[in-house]
């Protein structure tokens, strides 16, 4: 079974395009995370939820818009898409943010 | 502000050989530590996980110890496998902090 789930696994886009990418838990946490991976493969915590409120917004551009409709998914949309928004973004869970991390396989996005 | 460190970069090694990952870390006031390993094109599989009223963990061939008031952690890696091979990572949570913050990693080869 799938802990963590991410839909799409591969995002090709144009530049100005809105785009939307899934995530789904089944592993019951109550957190949930987005993380970029940069080119250079340095991962950066993007937002957090905890039971759909959310907890962690580093500094992201306001064109990205993490919606929670639930405690087991958490989606991330992202508005005007620029060619430096290519990375590969991973959703994560845990039971609260004390304990143990669960990524799912990350989705390459790649804008032209 | 936390800083993860990792070094090596690169280690490629025997298979058969114990070898030892390092990681250190700026802010020692941390609540827990999590080792990584991302394979290719993958997502992050969690390793172990210490808490900082922990020195170390074990899960089969791998053992992470932890060192916080010098900012360290170490993973041993004993009797290495061509399997191994994967870029390992990892990650800090501070005190009062809800995310993870992420070294660059050392990406493991593991020659047969």
């Known amino acids: 079974d799938t802990a963590v789930s991410q839909t799409p696994k591969y995002l090709v886009t144009q530049m100005g395009n809105d785009k939307s990418i899934k995530c789904e838990q089944n592993?019951?946490?109550?957190?949930m995370y987005w993380y970029k991976q940069d080119s250079k493969k340095f991962l950066k915590i993007m937002f957090s939820?905890?039971?759909?409120?959310?907890?962690i917004n580093e500094t992201v551009p306001n064109r990205f818009s993490p919606k929670s409709p639930d405690k087991a998914h958490l989606n991330l949309h992202i508005n005007s898409l620029e060619l430096g928004d290519s990375a590969v973004y991973f959703c994560?869970?845990?039971?609260?943010?004390?304990?143990?991390?669960?990524f799912g396989p990350g989705t390459r996005l790649t804008v032209t | 502000k936390q800083e993860v460190t990792q070094i090596p970069a690169a280690l490629s090694v025997p298979e058969g050989e114990n070898l030892v990952l390092n990681c250190s870390f700026t802010d020692s006031a941390i609540y827990n530590l999590q080792w990584f390993r991302q394979d290719p094109g993958k997502g992050l599989t969690s390793l172990l996980l210490?808490?900082?009223?922990?020195r170390e963990q074990t899960s089969g061939r791998l053992n992470a110890s932890l060192d916080k008031s010098s900012g360290r952690s170490t993973l041993y890696i004993a009797a290495s496998q061509p399997g191994d091979s994967a870029t390992y990572l990892c990650a800090v949570r501070g005190q009062g902090a809800q995310k993870l913050v992420f070294g660059q990693g050392t990406r493991l080869t593991i020659n047969p």
């Open positions: 210490i808490q900082s009223s922990q």
């Open positions: 994560a869970s845990s039971h609260a943010a004390a304990y143990e991390q669960y």
């Open positions: 939820y905890n039971n759909k409120e959310l907890i």
């Open positions: 592993l019951g946490h109550d957190t």
